[in-house]
């Protein structure tokens, strides 16, 4: 679109109303009618989560999580699973929300637990970042954990799986089933490729954008193509 083409911008887009269309226990889904930069009204369909804590600018947390053992190579710890609204099976970062009067840390450190077993420490935390804004106004933080390996806790974690959302099952019996998957940090878009041949997943799309940038961040420089002249 070249610059004649593009509408003019006259005013500050702006929220007009949101009005539900339909809701269940965690999801809601509103019209939601705005003003655009050309002054128009619109209406969009937006998905929202039930459980955002009032006030709160999050939903919840993923987490990077590198197990570092002696004599090993760091690797990066991942979560496969059963996702019904794909009908198949995921790998993804350990995620959760946040519960009330909790941090993202807090939340991160808890989740970690509770999906792969892990104890670790926090060592980084992301802006608030939007997950699928032409969808949803979901919302999370990506929190980078260390875990040392060599802990006794961490040499043979159990995890503290509980319902996973599930509507209908008993709340005293899990429902929530997760596989921890350990891929090297090194070689991890390689590993990730080769484990996308064994088995039919769909990788979640911010895994695979951290492996194609620890693909770059490992890269060497001898494999630049003026020096292979």
């Known amino acids: 679109m ?22 269940g226990k965690w999801l809601k889904l509103e019209n939601t009618t705005y003003v655009d930069p050309a002054g128009n009204s619109r209406v969009w369909e937006t998905v929202k989560r039930t459980t955002r804590q009032p006030n709160a600018q999050v939903d919840g947390v993923g987490i990077i999580a590198f197990l570092k053992r002696t004599l090993h190579r760091d690797c990066v710890v991942l979560v496969k699973q059963f996702r019904p609204p794909l009908g198949g099976y995921t790998l993804e970062f350990p995620a959760g929300l946040i ?7 807090a939340a991160a450190l808890r989740e970690l637990k509770e999906e792969t077993g892990y104890r670790g420490e926090v060592v980084g935390v992301t802006p608030v970042t939007c997950l699928d804004p032409g969808l949803s106004n979901c919302t999370t933080q990506i929190i980078l954990v260390n875990i040392n390996g060599d802990e006794v806790e961490n040499i043979n974690p159990t995890q503290q799986l509980g319902d996973g959302g599930d509507l209908t099952w008993p709340s005293s019996l899990p429902s929530e089933f997760v ?28 895994v695979y954008i951290f492996a194609m940038g620890m693909a770059q961040a490992f890269f060497k420089p001898r494999e630049l193509p003026v020096l292979k002249q």
Do not use: C
């Open 179 to 206: 596989e921890v998957v350990h891929l090297p940090l090194d070689e991890f878009q390689t590993k990730l490729d080769d484990l996308l041949k064994k088995e039919k997943l769909v990788v979640d799309s911010k």
């Open 99 to 105: 519960d009330e009067g909790e941090t993202a840390e």
């Open 2 to 23: 070249s610059n004649s083409d593009r509408p003019e911008v006259a005013t500050t887009p702006q929220i007009v109303k949101e009005e539900p269309i339909a809701a």
